[in-house]
């Protein structure tokens, strides 16, 4: 095996660093740091907020297969950035903060989920092992 930069202990406490920065961070922003006049704070917490809780039980736990999925829901945090980044004059401090927390979850929680499923002896079959398999079984 490769030697790493990073232990996965090292890599699961920057992607969970990022994950609840991003989880304190987005409240923070919507409802008290500027707080959007065409938007409840209601709608603002179910769009923003509530995504980060479906991975929370497995990011806490450590499980890998969490940490790759919850990468899904973080690009819903990238694409929020960049945009306010591209359109937003006021907000681009915010949206700097946002990006960073994300990009710091997606890349950490990417390694270390790939570097834990391996400690681990985790492996996605190839389709043609899987084939194989079910053609021994069939037969």
Same mark, same amino acid.
Request: aromatic share 22%; hydrophobic share 45%; net charge positive.
């Given at each position: 095996m490769k030697s =790493?930069?990073?232990s996965t202990k090292t890599l699961r406490n920057m992607a969970l660093f990022g994950y609840f920065g991003l989880l304190l961070f987005m409240p923070l922003w919507l409802l008290l740091l500027s707080p959007s006049e065409g938007l409840s704070p209601t709608l603002s917490?179910?769009?923003?907020?509530a995504p980060l809780l479906f991975p929370?039980?497995?990011?806490? =736990?450590?499980?890998?297969?969490?940490?790759?999925?919850?990468?899904f829901v973080v690009m819903i945090y990238?694409?929020?950035?960049?945009?306010?980044l591209w359109v937003g004059d006021g907000e681009r401090l915010y949206a700097?903060?946002?990006?960073?927390?994300a990009t710091?979850?997606?890349?950490a929680?990417?390694?270390?989920?790939?570097?834990?499923? =391996?400690?681990?002896?985790?492996?996605?079959k190839k389709l043609k092992q899987e084939l194989e398999e079910e053609k021994q079984q069939n037969s």
């Open positions: =790493q930069t990073f917490i179910l769009m923003f907020v929370l039980k497995g990011m806490l =736990q450590g499980n890998p297969y969490t940490y790759a999925w919850a990468n990238f694409l929020h950035s960049l945009t306010t700097v903060i946002e990006l960073f927390f710091i979850m997606f890349f929680g990417s390694y270390y989920s790939k570097y834990r499923g =391996q400690e681990l002896g985790l492996k996605i």
